[in-house]
């Protein structure tokens, strides 16, 4: 599929330009190639650290943020990991979970304990 | 067999810490589609548990419903979820089932509309107690789902003591 291009003009700093130059004259790629990569792998990168953020202030939920970063949620936990932003449930919410799931599991012992032993008693006639 | 809705984030917590085939021994989950698709994109990605999750799904040991559209309008009224989320928590309110689920900003809901939920930790320490995993594998899934579900230090521990202290080898 072709992709859509648009034109846009910027000014850039001249380190940054000399920067993109020398990578164009070393890897011998367009200059114009060298300014696309560099601008998605930066949008990439913003786009994962705004998720973070939005993330942690709680304006995001997990998946919210994964999306946003266009990450799998898997690997959106594994980052969030690593840069050590934890799960802040409050205690209360655990304390809850633990109720809840006693009373998912009760059932399920309900359903899986042995059906009791009905013994019918038969009245022995004598003959 | 019982019946429990996951969302996206806690059903990949619960395969990546390998507690999913003892989960679904005794349980049946359902996800919405929204839910899947999340999932579809880590086997785009080239994820194991991503893989794992849609042979379950392929195999019926991980359903797929969807809620009522007059549901997922009135929590998407009230709460700012991401569609994963908003989907899962509007199945567990139409099918009145329990719902896995990690994330606060879910969880907050789910206490709005009173739909019980449960982190993959409670699913740990409950496979433990009623003997659906062992000692050595419960240990073993504690360590991943620290790695992953990045709980707090407090509510590890919490589990930990409760398998050191456990009955079941």
Do not use: W
Request: glycine share 4%.
């Amino acid at each position: 599929m072709n992709k859509k291009y648009s034109s846009i003009s910027l000014r850039l700093e001249n380190d940054l330009v000399e920067k993109i130059e020398q990578v164009s004259r070393l890897e011998d790629i367009e200059k114009s190639v060298i300014y696309r990569q560099s601008i998605k792998k930066g949008i990439k990168e913003i786009l994962k650290e705004l998720a973070i953020k939005l993330y942690v202030e709680e304006k995001l939920t997990i998946s919210g943020a994964a999306r946003l970063s266009d990450m799998y949620i898997g690997d959106f936990m594994e980052l969030l990991g690593k840069r050590g932003i934890k799960n802040e449930l409050p205690d209360e919410y655990m304390r809850m979970a633990d109720k809840n799931a006693e009373k998912l599991f009760k059932k399920i012992n309900k359903l899986n304990s042995p059906k009791k032993k009905v013994i019918y008693k038969v009245n022995k006639y004598k003959k | 067999m019982k019946l429990v809705i996951s969302d996206a984030s806690t059903l990949i917590l619960l395969t990546k810490s390998e507690l999913i085939l003892p989960l679904l021994s005794k349980f049946k989950i359902i996800i919405p589609n929204e839910v899947y698709l999340e999932i579809l994109k880590g086997k785009e990605k080239g994820k194991q548990d991503a893989y794992q999750i849609d042979y379950l799904v392929k195999q019926n040991k991980i359903l797929i419903k969807q809620p009522k559209e007059e549901t997922v309008s009135l929590i998407n009224n009230l709460c700012v979820l991401d569609i994963g989320e908003l989907y899962a928590i509007a199945l567990a309110k139409d099918l009145n089932l329990s719902i896995l689920i990690d994330d606060k900003k879910g969880i907050n809901t789910c206490n709005l509309f009173n739909i019980y939920f449960l982190t993959a930790l409670q699913i740990l320490k409950l496979l433990y107690k009623h003997k659906f995993v062992s000692k050595a594998k419960a240990l073993n899934s504690l360590y991943n789902l620290k790695k992953n579900g990045r709980y707090k230090e407090n509510e590890v521990k919490i589990i930990y003591d409760f398998l050191k202290g456990g009955y079941y080898e």
